[in-house]
């Protein structure tokens, strides 16, 4: 793995749970997602997230995306939420995921077609 990668790895997951620790502290809920917050604020931040970090790393951009969105569900069962409704929260996830995905796929290709890679 090389020194971008590394950091796009840490800036995704770190990013991804202080989304969902922002969104719920600062709301008071003691889900994220339950907050108007979280989708009026930092779910399109984490989709920003993973546009960026598609741009910043173009090669396989789908998986910082994934992390921003994964590392929200690990912060969620981190927490102490029940886990009877853990699967069907890690497919909320994944398909939450989606939209970022496809941000960061996008911008992987504009950052490809604008020229070579950041140094």
Sequence with gaps: MNRRAFWA??????????????AAGLSGEREAWDSPLYWTVAYPLGIVLGGGLGYCVPDRPWRWALAVMLAQAV????????FGLLP?????????????????????????WAGPPLR
């Design 9 to 22: 790895w840490i800036t995704a997951i770190v990013g991804g749970a202080a989304l969902w620790l922002a």
């Design 75 to 82: 912060v969620l069962v981190a927490s102490g939420s029940d």
């Design 88 to 112: 069907l929260g890690l497919i909320a996830f994944s398909i939450l995921a989606l939209p970022a995905v496809g941000a960061a796929a996008l911008m992987a290709k504009v950052r490809v």
